[in-house]
Structure formats: structure tokens, C-alpha cells
């Protein structure tokens, strides 16, 4: 089955200009067109935006999809390549985890210096953070 782009986003649940980005940037092809110059697009088109839109649920980024995607395009990949890429990420989000953490602790730090009664000039988060 053949769809325009504006079934193609409601059916894949993406903007019509997304799915144009998708195809400026090469995650997607560019679909072959109707002599009247209408995109038309396959059900693989459909399958293809909703691992990009699962993909990114997952916090994955476009650069890191498109290696994604090169793997499944290859006809030697094997599923532990897609294991490697899982486990990349993760390690990734642990270390984001990790600094956000910091990030709390600091903040509290911050807020727990903070007395209502002193003016802006002498706040001491304001004071800290210039000191960084």
C-alpha cells in the first residue's frame, strides 16, 4: 500500500515536517513521486518512523538512530550489535544519573544557605554560583 505524506503522519503519528527533516537528513529515503510530484510512501515508511519514535522514547538521539538504523540495514548485523547499542546507551544514562545527582545534592546545598531575610546582593546562591 502506497500513502501521501499527510497519511503517512497520521498513520505514523509524525508531523508532515518531521517526517521532510527525517528525509533532508537521510534517516528516511526520499520516497518516489507521482508524476504530479505527490511523495509516496511504503508501509516500510511506517514501520521505519515508529522504531525512530521508539527509539527516542528510549532517549536515544537522531545521530545515534542512524547508526541504529545502519545496523539494521546490514545483512550481517547480528542481534548482539543491537545489544551493544542498548548497553552503550544505558551506560550513558547511568552517568547522566550520576550527574544529575550531583546537581541535587549541590542545589540542596544551595537552598539550605538561603535566608529569606537577606537582599539580593548578599544571597549566597547567587554568590556561590559566580564563585563557579
Known amino acids: 500500500m502506497q500513502f501521501r505524506i499527510g497519511q503517512l503522519a497520521k498513520k505514523s503519528r509524525v508531523n508532515k515536517e518531521t517526517i521532510r527533516y527525517y528525509e533532508r537528513i537521510g534517516i528516511i529515503p526520499e520516497p518516489a513521486r507521482t508524476d504530479s510530484g505527490y511523495r509516496m510512501y511504503s508501509e516500510q515508511a511506517v514501520d521505519r518512523l515508529h522504531f525512530i519514535k521508539g527509539t527516542q522514547e528510549l532517549g536515544f538521539t537522531l545521530n545515534e538512530i542512524d547508526k541504529l538504523l545502519g545496523v539494521l540495514e546490514n545483512d550481517e548485523a547480528k ?45 549566597p546562591i547567587i554568590e556561590a554560583l559566580m564563585d563557579k
Open 79 to 123: 542481534c548482539s550489535d543491537m545489544k551493544d547499542f542498548a548497553i552503550q546507551k544505558l551506560e550513558h544514562i547511568h552517568r547522566k544519573i550520576q550527574d544529575l545527582k550531583r546537581v541535587e545534592k549541590m542545589l540542596i546545598s544551595l537552598k539550605q544557605t538561603c535566608s529569606k531575610n537577606k537582599d539580593i546582593y548578599e544571597c
